[in-house]
C-alpha cells in the first residue's frame, strides 16, 4: 500500500474539517467530481456555492476567515 503524505493529509483533514462546518450551519454540500478547481458544491436555501479548500498548519488567520463564511452563507456581504 502506498503511504500518505503530509501533504495529502492535511488537505484531506482540511476538506473534512469544512464539511463538518457546513452541517453545522445546516449547508448541504457535496464533493465535487470534476477537477475544477472547487472542494464543494454547497447551498443553503437559495443560496449556492462553489468552495475551494486551502489547508496550512498552524496559520491564526482562521477565525477571520471563518467570520466571512458566516456572513456569506446567512446572506449578508463578507466583511472586507
Known amino acids: 500500500m502506498n503511504a500518505i503524505s503530509k ?4 488537505g484531506d483533514l482540511g476538506e473534512l ?6 452541517l453545522q450551519f445546516d449547508v448541504q454540500c ?4 470534476s477537477d475544477s478547481g472547487n472542494d464543494w458544491l454547497a447551498t ?13 498548519t498552524g496559520d491564526p488567520t482562521f477565525r477571520e476567515s471563518r467570520r466571512e463564511f ?3 452563507f446567512a446572506g449578508r456581504p463578507a466583511a472586507a
Open 7 to 10: 501533504t495529502i493529509k492535511t
Open 17 to 22: 474539517l469544512v464539511q463538518i462546518r457546513l
Open 30 to 33: 457535496a464533493r465535487s467530481k
Open 44 to 56: 443553503r436555501g437559495d443560496a449556492f456555492r462553489a468552495i475551494q479548500v486551502k489547508t496550512t
Open 70 to 72: 458566516q456572513a456569506d
